[in-house]
């Protein structure tokens, strides 16, 4: 007998606002998989431009086809040869659409906004969510929390160098501010007059308007900016110096800066795992913007597309069964 559940579904390419809060048949567990209880969903990039067709010509995307890649809640079924995972038990983490297998991720799912989903079981993008991560934190963190620690890692930050930061005030950046701060950087943030002090308060040393950068850094971080429009971020980085960017194309090399495109597949700088035990240690947090319930799911897609962000939107999941 088929179960169906409520989801967040898309049956065509287009804006957020095609998505409707719908019922889909329940995903069933098969061999190495578990299905999880869907408590708390963030979202992500991924999320808006997979349907709105920007990636068109390298994914085809099937419909209908609900999003969401960030998640926690509890596992209620596993499939034959888990045995990593029990019924009940409390994980969080991140996996991308199945419809993106071709990028050689571990960490597939069939869409985490919805009250349940199924995952892939022998993954490091998932994990047991410890006592001292709450719900919400645990889905805004996977990969924000997976990145800055990827970003940090590549970097290599020693104290007192000058680290310019490029859209400080979004998920990741957020995330890596006081992580920088900590190593010792002297951070320069991008930011809004408004969110000037809230970027101070995380961890950077100034705030700077976006493209008004001084110059001279050690290392730049791009966060937003389409990689191939970094030629005023490479200017700003000293000869010698490094410019990690996190986001689609791949940047192009230069001569002077060493430019790189972080993207952490193979969680060769730790899993979800590591995540959660940095965030019980107070080492790693998301700051969460604003939480929606699961009704005005609709809406968080599209004030994530639309709207100024500081920080994570959270989606609250709540399972009628």
């Known amino acids: ?69 960030d998640f926690a809640g509890t596992v209620s079924a596993v499939g034959d040869g888990v045995t990593r995972y029990e019924a009940g038990e409390e994980i969080f983490g991140f996996a991308t659409p199945r419809a993106l297998r071709h990028m050689g991720s571990s960490s597939l799912g069939t869409g985490a906004l919805a009250e349940y989903a199924v995952f892939e079981a022998e993954t490091p993008f998932l994990a047991r969510r410890p006592d001292g991560l709450d719900v919400e934190q645990a889905a805004a963190l996977p990969t924000v929390g997976l990145t800055a620690r990827a970003l940090m890692a590549t970097a290599g930050v020693e104290p007192g160098a000058r680290v310019l930061v490029v859209g400080a005030t979004g998920g990741v950046g957020t995330t890596v501010l006081p992580l920088l701060a900590r190593a010792g ?37 791009n966060l937003v900016l389409p990689g ?6 490479v200017a700003a980085v000293r000869p010698g110096g490094r410019l990690l960017s996190i986001t689609f194309p791949p940047p192009a090399p230069h001569d002077e800066v060493d430019v790189r495109l972080v993207l952490d597949m193979e969680a060769r700088h730790g899993g979800m795992a590591e995540v959660a035990a940095d965030a019980v240690a107070g080492r790693l947090r998301a700051r969460i913007d604003e939480r929606y319930e699961f009704a005005d799911a609709v809406r968080a897609l599209a004030d994530f597309a639309t709207r100024h962000k500081t920080g994570k939107l959270v989606v609250r999941v709540r399972s009628r069964t």
């Open 228 to 233: 191939d429009r970094l030629e005023p971020l």
């Open 185 to 221: 950087a002297r951070v320069v943030a991008t930011a809004r007059g408004a969110d000037a002090d809230l970027v101070r308060s995380l961890g950077a040393a100034e705030a700077v308007g976006y493209d008004d950068y001084p110059g001279g850094f050690d290392l730049a971080l």
């Open 1 to 69: 007998m088929v179960r169906f559940m409520q989801a967040v579904v898309a049956d065509r390419y287009g804006p957020p606002e095609i998505h409707v809060v719908a019922e889909a048949p329940v995903p069933e567990p098969g061999p190495g998989q578990v299905q999880v209880r869907i408590a708390a969903v963030s979202i992500n990039p991924a999320d808006v431009r997979l349907v709105s067709g920007d990636f068109r010509d390298a994914v085809d995307l099937p419909f209908p086809h609900i999003p969401g890649n």
